[in-house]
């Protein structure tokens, strides 16, 4: 394994082997982590923890589904999973976008802080808590406490969502929000229409500490 990512961090950016396929991986953990070229990475199989973590510039596919932390603290690029994606999804990631084409568990998108993910499928509790921008995307449902102590991170649900967390409420859906939707569900492959979505995101009470608001903390 370390000898595949080190193969791989030595693409630079002007590289002619732009195409590279990883089979039989064998749930390997930390494949194809910190990358920093315009290279297409694809996996034929599940992977491990952290797969995609760091990324940059670089489009990684898993034809299979993702153990914890996939795309963790990912930079810009794209990350895509034909499966399911386990806990933590895109966790601190400050850009690029990340697709699961299935479903996401508990913590999708946590700290998240300019990463756009888009999720096919549902997602677990907790998604996105503490997030500070960026967009979530689920075409399915989202479980208890969706967006708790977020600051600026947008979420767009199109089913139920099970429970809002602390600090999260339903927004306005304006003609800004429907062309960000748009262009994302465009972009991840979902045949779902904007309009379906509703948003949700910080209602601002707890930027500031207040003892009157001691107990949401």
Same mark, same amino acid.
């Given at each position: 394994?370390?000898?595949?990512?080190?193969?791989? /961090?030595?693409?630079?950016?002007?590289?002619?082997? @732009?195409?590279?396929?990883?089979?039989? *991986? =064998?749930?390997? /953990?930390?494949?194809?982590?910190?990358?920093?070229? *315009?290279?297409?990475? @694809?996996?034929?199989?599940?992977?491990?923890?952290?797969?995609?973590?760091? %990324? !940059?510039?670089?489009?990684?596919? &898993?034809?299979?589904?993702?153990?914890?932390? &996939?795309?963790? %603290?990912?930079?810009?690029?794209?990350?895509?999973?034909?499966?399911?994606?386990? !806990?933590?999804?895109?966790?601190?990631?400050?850009?690029?976008?990340?697709?699961?084409?299935?479903?996401?568990?508990? +913590?999708?998108?946590?700290?998240?802080?300019?990463?756009?993910?888009?999720?096919?499928? %549902?997602?677990? /509790?907790?998604?996105?808590?503490?997030? !500070?921008?960026?967009?979530? &995307? &689920?075409? #399915?449902?989202? #479980?208890?406490?969706?967006?708790?102590?977020?600051?600026?991170?947008?979420?767009?649900?199109?089913? @139920?969502?099970?429970?809002?967390?602390?600090?999260?409420? =339903? =927004?306005?859906?304006? *003609?800004? /929000?429907?062309?960000?939707? @748009?262009?994302?569900?465009?972009?991840?492959?979902?045949?779902?229409?904007?309009?379906?979505?509703? +948003?949700?995101?910080?209602?601002?009470?707890?930027?500031?500490?207040?003892?009157?608001?001691?107990?949401?903390?």
């Amino acid at each position: 394994m370390r000898e595949l990512n080190a193969t791989l /961090h030595a693409q630079a950016d002007n590289t002619n082997q @732009t195409s590279w396929e990883i089979v039989n *991986p =064998k749930g390997s /953990h930390a494949i194809a982590v910190g990358l920093d070229a *315009p290279i297409e990475v @694809t996996v034929r199989g599940s992977t491990g923890y952290y797969c995609g973590g760091m %990324n !940059q510039q670089a489009t990684v596919n &898993v034809i299979g589904s993702a153990g914890p932390g &996939v795309a963790e %603290n990912m930079m810009s690029g794209k990350v895509v999973i034909e499966g399911d994606a386990s !806990q933590y999804a895109g966790a601190t990631g400050q850009g690029g976008l990340l697709v699961i084409k299935g479903n996401a568990s508990s +913590r999708c998108g946590i700290s998240m802080k300019g990463i756009n993910i888009v999720v096919g499928g %549902n997602i677990g /509790h907790m998604a996105a808590f503490m997030g !500070q921008s960026g967009n979530l &995307v &689920v075409c #399915g449902d989202a #479980g208890d406490a969706l967006g708790d102590s977020c600051y600026e991170a947008r979420f767009f649900v199109r089913g @139920t969502v099970k429970s809002l967390g602390a600090d999260c409420e =339903k =927004k306005e859906m304006r *003609p800004e /929000h429907i062309e960000i939707l @748009t262009e994302l569900l465009a972009e991840a492959g979902m045949d779902a229409k904007p309009e379906e979505f509703t +948003r949700y995101g910080s209602a601002r009470n707890l930027y500031n500490f207040d003892v009157d608001n001691s107990g949401a903390y």
